[in-house]
């Protein structure tokens, strides 16, 4: 939709004659005038303000477009279209009858039963998300897709998980069904602590960090001990290795806990403990009990 009605251009050699034979006063060269935006030229690359005419245009209202562009773009409807919505009204429409009328299979429903076996294809089939997979408004089902499509956002379509039915649809790339790429296929959630170790739950803090990572993950994350609260930062895998070490548990020494409470009080949590490589390459392959940063200060406790 053309939003502009008229625009402000100036005055030079080559458009003098199109305007004054359109009936506007010349006043000098380099002075700015107001046109009626149908008068101007097809070539003109005045920039008019326009708004996309899809339906679902995600957004409608876009920046402003040169004359001759927005001229080229409208459709035989009459209307404009974004680049996004045009491939989407039109292009795809016309690569399908392109690969078609070649006799080739175009749809990811096709290719399944084409290039897998029936059991194959008919476990993707049934994993299938008919209630999240849905585009303007459409119902999308395998028939409708390409088997080359990158999906919501190039980040694929809705599967469901077949084993455990409580679990989430997740977005899954249909080129890694194409390439055979297992792993990318399987369901997340069946991998991640949630399932297999549902006993480590209660130390992470934020729960939905529970759906995300897999009991040897590495990626640090915050947690807390369910006794007395205490939060720290840590890896999932070390959590399974080593457990959940807090200042109330027993695994602790007496000396290491009566220091890291006299730390907590005296220096405002202004400390570290359990000092590695992971925070200075120069532990190299030690572990030390407390480091105050400040003092530059290592304190190792006796355990006995």
């Not at 009080?265 to 190299?284: E, G, P, R, V, Y």
């Not at 407390?290 to 290592?298: E, L, Q």
Request: aromatic residues 16%; glycine residues 4%.
């Amino acid at each position: 939709m053309l939003l502009s009605k008229t625009i402000m251009i100036k005055w030079h050699n080559n458009n003098k004659k199109w305007y004054e034979e359109k009936g506007y006063p010349f006043t000098k060269i380099g002075d700015e005038f107001e046109v009626k935006v149908k008068d101007l030229s097809k070539g003109s690359n005045a920039r008019v303000n326009v708004e996309c005419d899809g339906e679902y245009c995600e957004n409608p209202y876009l920046k402003p477009i040169i004359w001759q562009k927005y001229l080229e773009c409208v459709k035989e409807d009459g209307k404009y279209y974004c680049h996004k919505c045009s491939r989407r009204l039109f292009g795809i429409e016309k690569m399908k009858e392109t690969i078609l009328n070649n006799n080739i299979s175009f749809s990811f429903y096709d290719w399944c039963y084409n290039n897998l076996s029936k059991e194959e294809a008919d476990k993707i089939m049934e994993r299938w998300d008919y209630e999240l997979n849905i585009k303007y408004g459409k119902t999308l089902s395998p028939k409708d897709i390409s088997y080359c499509s990158r999906g919501f956002d190039n980040k694929g379509y809705w599967f469901k998980c077949l084993d455990r039915p409580e679990h989430k649809s997740e977005l899954k790339n249909i080129k890694s069904f194409i390439n055979s790429q297992k792993g990318s296929l399987n369901c997340h959630q069946c991998n991640t602590i949630t399932t297999t170790h549902p006993h480590l739950i209660k130390y992470i803090k934020n729960k939905e960090n529970v759906y995300k990572y897999s009991y040897s993950s590495h990626k640090d994350i915050p947690m807390i001990c369910p006794d007395c609260g205490y939060e720290k930062e840590m890896n999932l895998n070390t959590l399974t290795c080593f457990g959940f070490s807090c200042r109330c548990s027993d695994k602790k020494s007496y000396p290491e806990k009566f220091i890291f409470n006299l730390f907590e009080q005296l220096l405002n949590n202004d400390f570290q403990t359990q000092l590695s490589k992971k925070f200075f390459k120069w532990c190299s392959n030690y572990r030390y009990d407390f480091y105050i940063d400040k003092i530059k200060c290592i304190i190792e406790t006796h355990g006995m």
